[in-house]
């Protein structure tokens, strides 16, 4: 089953994707934006990811963010689902920058909200960014409809400095009123 956006697919990640993912991988201005930890990664490394990802896991689902146009542009998630309190934690990236401020983004948040909350029944996500990637703040908070949920400080290390992490959130209420207000269903 797939997960249909107005623009873009969310589908399982497939050994097709591995060439692809890992040039990503190995990109360190993409993922000095991100959270974690970063290595120089082989391909035999993404491979072995990409073979590891389980799509019958209960708790954690990893998609590949797909679009007619470019085909493969990015992955998003859904990770730690916690289905007693109906929560989960989203993650997203899109891989290369021409793909970017072109409304690819925005249909795989709002797809990837309908489906957690419609499909799932779940009731809020969770996210994060780190203090100096202003972009993804920005976005997810004016065009995805999340709220500023709080600062953990100094949480991030990066070229020997600490930086906070922006906590960012969404209920299904809130979905609902924002993907109305801006008609993004219609």
Not at 106 to 112: K, R, W
Not at 135 to 154: A, L, M, Q, R, V
Request: with cysteine.
């Amino acid at each position: 089953m797939n997960i249909q956006g107005k623009v873009v697919t969310l589908r399982a990640i497939d050994l097709d994707d591995v060439e692809q993912l890992n040039r990503w991988a190995n990109l360190p201005e993409l993922w000095n934006m991100l959270g974690g930890w970063h290595f120089p990664y082989s391909r035999l490394n993404t491979e072995q990811w990409v073979r590891g990802i389980n799509n019958n896991d209960q708790k954690n689902q990893v998609f590949a963010i797909q679009t007619d146009e470019h085909g493969l542009i990015g992955t998003a998630n859904l990770v730690n689902i916690d289905w007693k309190n109906k929560n989960a934690f989203h993650g997203m990236m899109l891989g290369d920058k021409d793909t970017r401020g072109k409304g690819y983004a925005q249909d795989a948040v709002m797809a990837i909200m309908r489906y957690a909350f419609d499909e799932l029944g779940l009731n809020r996500l969770d996210g994060d960014m780190i203090d100096y990637n202003e972009t993804s703040i920005k976005f997810y908070t004016k065009k995805c409809g999340w709220e500023i949920e709080g600062i953990k400080k100094g949480w991030f290390y990066r070229k020997g400095k600490f930086h906070d992490k922006v906590v960012v959130g969404i209920t299904k209420e809130r979905y609902l009123e924002f993907s109305e207000s801006i008609s993004y269903w219609k």
